[in-house]
């Protein structure tokens, strides 16, 4: 079955970095999509980045534009989230999510913590 085991988060000061990671089994890692979502306390569950199933082509919430990149290495099933100059406003739970490009169907891991306090 699809597992998306999330890591990497923790506690940070603003202006800080941390690299979330995603490791990935049960599926064909290379053919789907993957992405990052993010959810703070009270709010809707937001996409923060995307990646094409080669790696070709992401996207980003203009949120986080120019300071997280989402990256992935397909022969570790594994995708990244690399998140620098964090501020107060990315504190939430990052989730990472596949969609299958055969059946539509979502998947989701359990989520790791991310909070940027001083």
């Known amino acids: 079955q699809v597992q998306l085991v999330e890591s990497g988060g923790g506690l940070v000061q603003p202006g800080g970095s941390l690299r979330l990671s995603c490791a990935a089994s049960?599926?064909?890692?290379?053919?789907?999509?993957m992405s990052w979502y993010r959810q703070a306390p009270g709010k809707e569950r937001e996409l923060v980045a995307k990646?094409?199933?080669?790696?070709?082509?992401?996207n980003y919430a203009d949120s986080v534009k120019g300071r997280f990149t989402i990256a992935r290495d397909n022969a570790k099933n594994t995708v990244y989230l690399q998140m620098n100059s964090l501020k107060p406003e990315d504190t939430a739970v990052y989730y990472c999510?596949?969609?299958?490009?055969?059946?539509?169907?979502?998947?989701w891991g359990q989520g790791t913590q991310v909070t940027v306090s001083s």
């Open positions: 999510n596949t969609e299958s490009p055969y059946t539509a169907r979502g998947y």
């Open positions: 049960g599926f064909t890692f290379s053919r789907y999509p």
């Open positions: 990646i094409t199933s080669a790696g070709v082509s992401t």
